[in-house]
Nanobody, 118 residues
Framework: QVQLVESGGGLVQAGGSLRLSCAASGRTFSSYAMGWFRQGPGKEREFVAAISWSGGNTHYADSVKGRFTISRDNAKNTVYLQMNSLKPEDTAVYYC???????????WGQGTQVTVAS
């Protein structure tokens, strides 16, 4: 079972940038697709971005396309989310997740808070 730990959240002014990291345990990290999700105040958890096991394919929610970039370093068992041009509506707890069986995301990190001040 892969375990995930997010880091890199914080408070940033609108227009600023943050880079989130998600460190994964387990020797087979490079076999799994990974994703980032977020849950804003009073909102349901929503998809943000995903990346294939090789990093060759990525997918983004329309709300972050062109501003956020997902990447991974399989040698470091880490997936990243570079967030630029942040907006107050990006304020949320951000979670990384792993799809171990190809059937959907089946393990989640504890989340990291991102707050964007206007």
């Amino acid at each position: 079972q892969v375990q995930l730990v997010e880091s890199g959240g914080g408070l940033v002014q609108a227009g600023g940038s943050l880079r989130l990291s998600c460190a994964a345990s387990g020797r087979t990290f490079s076999s799994y697709a990974m994703g980032w999700f977020r849950q804003g105040p009073g909102k349901e958890r929503e998809f943000v971005a995903a990346i294939s096991w090789s990093g060759g394919n990525t997918h983004y929610a329309d709300s972050v396309k062109g501003r956020f970039t997902i990447s991974r370093d399989n040698a470091k068992n880490t997936v990243y989310l570079q967030m630029n041009s942040l907006k107050p509506e990006d304020t949320a707890v951000y979670y990384c997740a792993v799809d171990q069986l190809g059937l959907g995301y089946d393990a989640w990190g504890q989340g990291t808070q991102v707050t964007v001040a206007s």
